[in-house]
């Protein structure tokens, strides 16, 4: 089992930035892939951003593309979503989330082990 620490998040201007991070503890974290999803009130858990384990592949939401970028840095067991360009519909409450054996999905029933967020708030 791996445990998933998200941090980062706060309240910005819209056109402002953050870096959210998920700091990983428990298993070898280069097994997990890990994506990031968010959920504003009243919606449901949308997918956002995800990448393989070795970073080789990565893909975003449509509505993140060129704005939002993940990466990791597995010596420090650690996920990054660096978000740039904010809007108000950002705002959410932004989700770690890792799947062993590297297994990549934007669903987020597709996914065992998950964070407890971290609030992200986007005023205009």
């Known amino acids: 089992q791996v445990r998933l620490v998200e941090s980062g998040g706060g309240s910005v ?7 959210l991070s998920c700091a990983a503890s428990g298993r070898t974290f280069s097994n997990y892939a890990v994506a990031w999803f968010r959920q ?6 949308e997918f956002v951003a995800l990448i393989s384990r070795f970073s080789s592949s990565t893909d975003y ?6 704005r939002f970028t993940i990466s990791r840095d597995n010596a420090k067991n650690t996920v ?3 978000m740039n360009s904010l809007e108000p519909d950002d705002t959410a409450v932004y989700y770690c989330a890792s ?15 998950w964070g407890l967020g971290t609030q992200v708030t986007v005023s205009s």
């Open 61 to 66: 939401a449509g509505s993140v593309k060129g």
């Open 80 to 82: 990054y979503l660096q």
């Open 13 to 19: 201007q819209a056109g402002g930035s953050l870096r």
């Open 40 to 45: 504003a009130p009243g919606k449901e858990r």
């Open 99 to 113: 799947h062993p054996f590297g297994s990549l999905s934007d669903l987020p029933a597709s996914y065992p082990y």
